[in-house]
């Protein structure tokens, strides 16, 4: 079953501007990340942030995580043209098995106006 | 270049073909995986290999066969496809245990004629 739910499925924003994206998540998990992924293109890992942890930074990037909601935001600062992009989220549940498996979310569509 | 590699980068086969995907990577990982993306879908895990377990979705029919030869390469073998099975197919890597991303390779987009 789908894991992750993204908010907005799309978002338009002008180069400058902040752009947040959420992510709402339905079991218990080991960490949540945010990957974005260039038109046709594989994934990148932007960033992790673990179940224990709250808030994390990384350049314009910062990620908040509140696990008694089960959501998650993405929070990019002034945004540029190159930040035009699909933004997802992914969760690792917690399990017994060593294998860690990453269930994505449906994904942000961002596009910046130059 | 994110370190892995899959080939190839488009394929157009049909119904009665065999084809294969490859993926290849050198980053010391120890865990492959195979994601389906198909539009307006979420990604979809299909298949999971790491040091200790295979992981399978049942939900994957049978004309998808992975193999993982070892732990730097993984393939695909598709049959017989059907033309909903055109998608973005996507090979990632991972340390297995622990907290970390994935390395996704750019993908092989495959078409069912």
């Known amino acids: 079953s789908q894991q992750g739910e993204e908010d907005p499925q799309a978002l338009s924003i002008q180069e400058g501007e902040n752009a947040t994206m959420n992510c709402s998540y339905k079991?218990?998990?080991?960490?949540l990340q945010w990957y974005r992924q260039n038109s046709g293109r594989g994934l990148v890992h932007l960033i992790l942030i673990r179940s224990n942890e709250r808030e994390k930074h990384s350049g314009r990037l910062r990620v908040t995580l509140d696990t008694s909601k089960k959501s998650s935001s993405l929070l990019i600062t002034a945004s540029r043209a190159a930040d035009t992009a699909s933004y997802f989220c992914a969760t690792v549940r917690i399990s017994s098995g060593s294998a860690r498996q990453l269930t994505f979310g449906s994904g942000t569509q961002l596009t910046v106006l130059p | 270049e994110t370190g892995v590699t899959q080939t190839p980068r488009h394929l157009v086969m049909g119904m009665t073909n065999k084809k294969s995907l490859k993926c290849e990577q050198h980053?010391?990982?120890?865990?492959m995986y195979w994601y389906k993306q198909s539009a307006k879908k979420p990604l979809e895990l299909m298949f999971v290999y790491s040091l200790e377990e295979r992981v399978e979705n049942n939900s994957v029919p049978s004309r998808f066969s992975p193999e993982c030869p070892n732990s730097s390469h993984l393939f695909l073998h598709l049959h017989t496809l059907q033309p909903e099975d055109s998608a973005l197919y996507l090979c990632a890597s991972s340390v297995e245990k622990g907290n970390y991303g994935y390395t996704f390779g750019s993908g092989t987009r495959l078409t069912v004629v």
């Open positions: 980053l010391g990982h120890n865990a």
């Open positions: 079991t218990s998990i080991n960490n």
